[in-house]
């Protein structure tokens, strides 16, 4: 069986894809994590006496325990999941999103391309290094404008989305100047079980249930593409395993919605699986905008449709419903990941926005 090292494992994309990959036998795992506030080791754990499954602490950005990993586990292709990710945290603290965003893939590119020039031809060969980033690197589309392609232009708006375009550019350019044999994909907004709740789905969820406001920035009209994570997994197998080097593809959920309406299905749902007296629609909020919020996105999966067949199995309805039910059934996990130091940030980001509209 091959083995991944799969950096940023203990986060939402990264957890649900080790899971899926020991689950399918997709390979062995090695999970290089820092356990960021984000991170929840719990949601692993049950991986704790599984002999295919390693777990490294540590940064992408450190060099020399990088080196140690690759010489002792000599992996087959590196999935590279690790990013600092929330548009909002960004906007407060965009020095963390430079270092590991774009300093840490730089690391992770020059330690992986020193390994890679070391191993045998029969090993060379199938190396693969797959970078998972984002749509939010190609920026803001109209309401009438075509879907994000694989070679729309970069425009990223927020100190997040330059980041994932720095890191973009450095993996293209090491399997051209270099001849590294990288991969990258672009994908929408994910959601589903184990999303740490600073993200849209969680957070409504949670605070439905606990009867706090749920707050929707500005008008409630920008549109995203909902991506459902377990179908994001099968695809990112899916490129790994078949597609060309040097090769981008865009990964989408076509279900595209605005926030609003997300919200207002969260609510519905709720008020059949846990009534309260009031409807949960009762709680909504609009807020002051944040800065260089993107009107909308829209992922043309086309290209991976072709190319290797792909496209996402669950309807945003279906997906919805399972996401909200693994919440209602896991709150000691939900326990687990509201720390203090996440109640600090709900309060620095949504409670010092000055309420703009009741609904």
């Known amino acids: 069986m091959q083995t991944f090292l799969v950096t940023g494992g203990v986060g939402f994309i990264g957890s649900n894809f080790i899971l899926k990959a020991r689950e399918e036998q997709w390979a062995n795992i090695v999970n290089l994590d820092k356990l960021t506030y984000a991170s929840n080791p719990q ?199 078949r597609s060309r080097i040097g090769e981008t593809y865009n990964i989408g959920g076509n279900n595209e919605q605005t926030n609003l309406t997300v919200v207002e299905k969260i609510c519905a749902i709720l008020d059949e699986l846990a009534p309260k007296p009031n409807h949960h629609s009762s709680l909504i909020t609009f807020v002051k905008d944040r800065p260089g919020h993107d009107r909308r996105y829209a992922i043309d999966c086309s290209k991976i449709k072709r190319d290797l067949g792909w496209e996402p199995r669950e309807n945003f309805d279906g997906g919805l419903l399972k996401t909200i039910q693994w919440y209602l059934k896991n709150p000691t996990w939900v326990e687990q990941v509201q720390s203090g130091t996440y109640q600090t940030w709900i309060q620095q980001n949504y409670g010092e926005r000055k309420v703009a509209l009741s609904h």
Do not use: M
């Not at 006496?49 to 777990?55: A, K």
């Not at 906007?91 to 730089?106: E, H, M, R, Y």
């Not at 590294?180 to 789905?201: A, D, H, M, V, W």
């Not at 749920?214 to 994570?229: A, E, F, K």
């Open 43 to 241: 949601t692993l754990a049950h991986l704790q006496d599984d002999l295919g499954y390693h777990f490294v602490r540590g940064d992408i950005g450190d060099i020399e325990l990088l080196r140690n990993i690759l010489e002792q586990y000599q992996p087959d292709s590196i999935i590279n999941f690790a990013a600092e990710s929330h548009v909002d945290r960004s906007i407060l603290s965009p020095q963390d999103f430079i270092q590991t965003n774009v300093v840490g893939t730089f690391q992770l590119l020059e330690a992986s391309k020193a390994y890679w020039e070391k191993l045998s031809l029969e090993k060379r060969e199938p190396f693969r290094f797959l970078h998972v980033s984002t749509d939010e690197v190609y920026g803001s589309l109209g309401p009438t404008d075509p879907a994000f392609r694989e070679d729309s232009p970069y425009t990223p708006n927020s100190p997040y989305a330059a980041s994932k375009a720095g890191s973009d550019h450095l993996v293209r350019a090491y399997y051209h100047t270099y001849g590294f044999p990288t991969l990258t994909t672009n994908c929408s907004n994910n959601y589903g079980p184990r999303q740490f709740p600073e993200k849209l789905i969680p957070l409504i969820v949670l605070n439905a249930l606990n009867s706090k406001s749920l707050p929707i920035y500005g008008d409630g009209q920008n549109v995203r593409d909902w991506l459902y994570v377990e179908d994001h997994c099968e695809a990112i197998y899916q490129v790994l395993q």
